[in-house]
């Protein structure tokens, strides 16, 4: 292979079938375009996939978070314990909410928030925790277990971000539902998508009544003209819904394949000293991003662009580093290690045969 025979794999491709396009037309042609019924008929479809009893659909993921918290009355004065490393809208979400993000370091191996480092950290806070937020990030499912055991030791709610794990599961059960409460994202990038979206998901249903109060100026869930909170409108259209049942229908194929694609890009890396991502016993990795360690990331992500083999680099500057967050002190070494190191690479289920071994082939040339 050389950069003559250069070929151009992108690192996501969202795609929309046909049957999504239809239903689409169908609710352009009802006119009823804003959150109803084809709203209601997604949240059902989507609490039954995951195995919850409700689920309220947001316009975005970070809103979902927001609505999350909401609904499990964690605000102002409170305290959430969450990941250093993930996208910024994890801990932006909690101080929109009002309450105050602290951060324990992650597992170099998952990238997953660590059990022990969340028990530290709560020691550091004289156990006075309200909240702990992880993160299953790129698909891979944090350690519930522990985590479930630490938010019941010091009272405080358990709320997972699964805005990169559609369709992973921990012990059998799907992310989401292992908390008290769930967050899902269906951003174009994701393993499903509604174009923007959100949900949060429960089997509580006063959360669920709360969130659902929430995100639609504070009203009533059964009573339109009473405003019971405030609120915002943080409510998905029917439009994106339509996309999103679809999408939902599809969507263990979309893991399934994602699966295929990540095993056979381990294979290629068996040789090399770049590290491959794990599954950790009792998982279901559904592989939003595959996303490896390197220290000569930049050489590598050089040389697989010469190729026209799509990387990229989530997240590069852990969220304690970021300007917005620079008034902690925070120890998070293996935070700080993943953002020097990580590299993603393409996982999606729409990639061709050719495309994958171009990809597999890059890697062999580039690291042989």
Do not use: W
């Not at 009473?226 to 029917?238: A, D, I, Q, S």
């Not at 393409?346 to 990809?359: I, N, R």
């Amino acid at each position: 292979m050389s950069k003559q025979t250069a070929v151009d794999v992108p690192l996501v491709a969202p795609s929309l079938s046909e049957t999504a396009k239809q239903r689409v037309r169908a609710v352009l042609d009802s006119g009823d375009l804003a959150a109803g019924e084809v709203v209601r008929q997604f949240e059902r479809e989507f609490a039954d996939f995951v195995g919850t009893d409700h689920a309220v659909a947001t316009n975005n993921g970070t809103t979902a978070l927001h609505a999350a918290l909401a609904g499990l009355e964690i605000g102002a004065g409170d305290t959430v314990v969450t990941t250093p490393f993930s996208f910024i809208a994890t801990a932006n979400a909690i101080r929109l909410a009002g309450a105050d993000p602290v951060f324990a370091d992650v597992d170099l191996q998952t990238a997953n928030i660590h059990p022990d480092a969340v028990e530290r950290t709560i020691a550091a806070h004289d156990g006075d925790i309200d909240a702990i937020m992880p993160v299953h990030l790129y698909g891979c499912p944090a350690e519930m277990d522990r985590l479930r055991e630490l938010a019941a030791d010091h009272d405080a709610v358990l709320i997972e971000d699964a805005a990169q794990a559609h369709g992973a599961r921990y012990g059998g059960d799907h992310v989401g539902a292992i908390g008290d409460a769930g967050c899902f994202s269906f951003y174009p990038t994701k393993n499903m998508t509604t174009g923007e979206g959100g949900m949060v998901v429960t089997d509580d249903a006063e959360v669920a009544r709360r969130a659902r109060s929430f995100i639609n100026h504070g009203r009533a869930p059964d009573d339109g003209a009473t405003h019971e909170r405030v609120g915002h409108n943080f409510r998905l259209p029917n439009i994106a819904a339509a996309i999103g049942r679809v999408q939902l229908q599809r969507l263990p194929d979309f893991v399934a394949a994602r699966r295929d694609n990540a095993a056979a890009l381990t294979d290629a890396l068996a040789a090399t000293d770049i590290a491959a991502p794990v599954e950790p016993d009792d998982s279901y990795h559904s592989y939003h991003q595959y996303t490896v360690r390197t220290d000569d990331r930049d050489a590598l992500q050089a040389s697989l662009d010469d190729f026209g083999i799509g990387t990229g680099v989530y997240y590069p500057t852990p969220i304690h580093r970021q300007p917005a967050y620079d008034d902690q002190t925070v120890d998070a070494p293996a935070a700080e290690r993943l953002a020097d190191t990580v590299l993603s690479l393409p996982v999606h289920p729409h990639l061709s045969d050719s495309e994958l071994s171009a990809v597999t082939t890059g890697i062999d040339y580039v690291t042989g």
